[in-house]
T-cell receptor
């Protein structure tokens, strides 16, 4: 089955810095890669996604890049703010398998 | 409207009880999912329904029984659960293959 690896498990940055979270996937048939933000006590919220026929996608301060040959994709958050603090999950579709999550902490 | 509604928000049940979790969406999505999430862990896929038919069952114990009565509703029937089944149960829906939206989950405690 699909295996999704996510790094780092924790990430601490200062407000205004950039944050990068990386994921790799195993199933070359996976064709859709969403990223979710989960705040304490809430369900995961879709923040950005990318299809396998696209290399990069940007939405304001958030961008995602995909290298299909290497089977890895990354989330980039620029100008981080304290409200960006949460757990971030990558996923791969196949069967919508999640990575292990990254706890992002943005210090004011 | 990207809302997936789950009820109840919290549930405490004994090991001999029978209870059901409910999920509803009105986005016209034809894929619906049940996930289980333990603390500090990612969501784990349990079941997927596609066009109201069960398409994926991730070897989930039979004490969990899913049901999709129509394209807007998804239920998870619970019977004879164990304390280790305590977790956040998440429902999601999507057009098949893309953009899954999650509900806020049901926090289940088995005593």
């Amino acid at each position: 089955g699909e295996n999704v690896e996510q790094h780092p498990s924790t990430l601490s940055v200062q407000e205004g810095d950039s944050a990068v979270i990386k994921c790799t996937y195993s199933d070359s048939a996976s064709n859709y890669f969403p990223w979710y933000k989960q705040e304490l006590g809430k369900g995961p919220q879709l923040i950005i996604d990318i299809r396998s026929n696209v290399g990069e996608k940007k939405d304001q301060r958030i961008a995602v890049t995909l290298n299909k040959t290497a089977k890895h994709f990354s989330l980039h958050i620029t100008e981080t703010q304290p409200e960006d603090s949460a757990v971030y999950f990558c996923a791969a579709y196949g069967k919508l398998t999640f990575g292990q999550g990254t706890i992002l902490t943005v210090h004011p | 409207d990207t809302e997936v509604t789950q009820t109840p928000k919290h549930l405490v049940m004994g090991m001999t009880n029978k209870k059901s979790l409910k999920c509803e969406q009105h986005m016209g999505h034809r894929a619906m999912y049940w996930y289980k999430q333990k603390a500090k862990k990612p969501p784990e896929l349990m079941f997927v329904y596609s066009y109201e038919k069960l398409s994926i069952n991730e070897s989930v114990p039979s004490r969990f029984s899913p049901e999709c009565p129509n394209s807007s509703l998804l239920n998870l029937h619970l019977h004879a659960l164990q304390p280790e089944d305590s977790a956040l149960y998440l429902c999601a829906s999507s057009r098949v293959g893309v953009k899954a939206f999650f509900g806020q989950g049901t926090r289940l405690t088995v005593v």
